[in-house]
């Protein structure tokens, strides 16, 4: 999974790179899976329009050695593929 961020609407940063076979946990954050040693990671990445958004994943990885949270908007096609990939770690 890569996370870009677009600058002026013309130009992608890379933020972030990872293997989803590398989750920890896949889960929305209004879930019950979404408990306090989650909510407490230092490395966030908030890759979403809005934290209050009824749609906002988030995964637990590690990044250079470090526990990283990342939030995120998927669509309904991105939930079924993870789903299949990596269904003990996906929670819908």
Known sequence: M???RIVA???RKRLLSVD???FEIVAKVSS???SDEY???PNKVEAVSSMTSPDVYFAVFENGGKR???YFE???KMVEAMWKYIPRKFFK
């Open 2 to 4: 890569d996370v870009d």
């Open 9 to 11: 609407e013309s130009r």
């Open 20 to 22: 989803c076979k590398n």
């Open 32 to 34: 019950d899976k979404y």
């Open 39 to 41: 909510k407490k990671i």
């Open 68 to 70: 990283t949270i990342l």
């Open 74 to 76: 998927p669509d309904e």
